[in-house]
Structure formats: C-alpha cells, structure tokens
C-alpha cells in the first residue's frame, strides 16, 4: 500500500508562487508515474501534470504549460509541483496519485484518473486577484 500527503497549498496573490509537496510511505514513489490533478468548485477533476516512473519525463496540460513543472526528490520519496505566475483560473484542490503502468502506456493514458491506484487527500490552493 502505498499513502500519500499533499501539502504546501495556500491563498496567494495572482502572479505568485507556490511549491506543492506528495509524501509517499509505503512504497518507494520511483516505481510509480505520478500525477497532479486539480478540482475547481462546480468542475470536473482534470490532469495537470505527470511525471513517468523510473526516468524523468514530463507531461502538462494546455492550461499549464509553461508556468508549472512537476518533478522528484528520490531520497525524501516526494514528488513536487512548482507553480508559477498563477492566475485565478488555478484556484482548485489539487490532488497527488501514483500510477503503476510503463512511461510508454503512461505517455497515452497520464490523463485517464481511474488508472490511478493511490490518491492523496488534497491540498487547496487559492488565487485572488
């Protein structure tokens, strides 16, 4: 079993930063493909960033390209999401979920959620004007 615990949400000016943290126990998270995922109020869950499992590639979605990165940290078993110049369109919860499929099946499914087998509890972010 694998556990995982977003962190690092908060309420932020637009145009500001924010380093979003997903501690895993259990299991070490470089066997996994991890994703980001955010929730807006009255809206569908929906990708925002992948990352494959053993090596280093990146996926994003349209809306975030550019501004957000997702990336590892091996010896603290985290996984983290920079997220630049926010916009008030980012306001959501965003969720953390670990993947156990190849970086060739995740290149054509990183955005499917049901793949997923562990989510995080969420962590909201808010971005005023």
């Known amino acids: 079993q694998v556990q995982l615990v977003e962190s690092g949400g908060g309420l932020v000016q637009a145009g500001d930063s924010l380093r979003l943290s997903c501690a895993a126990s259990?299991?070490?998270?470089?066997?996994?493909?991890m994703g980001w995922f955010r929730q807006a109020p009255g809206k569908e869950r929906v990708f925002v960033a992948g990352l494959t499992r053993y090596g280093g590639t990146t996926i994003y979605g349209d809306s975030v390209k550019g501004r957000f990165a997702i990336s590892r940290d091996n010896a603290k078993n985290t996984v983290f999401l920079q997220m630049n110049s926010l916009k008030p369109e980012d306001t959501a919860v965003y969720y953390c979920?670990?993947?156990?499929?190849?970086?060739?099946?995740?290149?054509?499914?990183?955005?499917?959620?049901?793949?997923?087998?562990?989510w995080g509890q969420g962590t909201q972010v808010t971005v005023s004007s």
């Open positions: 259990g299991r070490t998270l470089i066997t996994y493909a």
């Open positions: 979920a670990a993947s156990p499929v190849s970086s060739t099946t995740y290149s054509r499914t990183y955005s499917d959620s049901e793949q997923y087998d562990y």
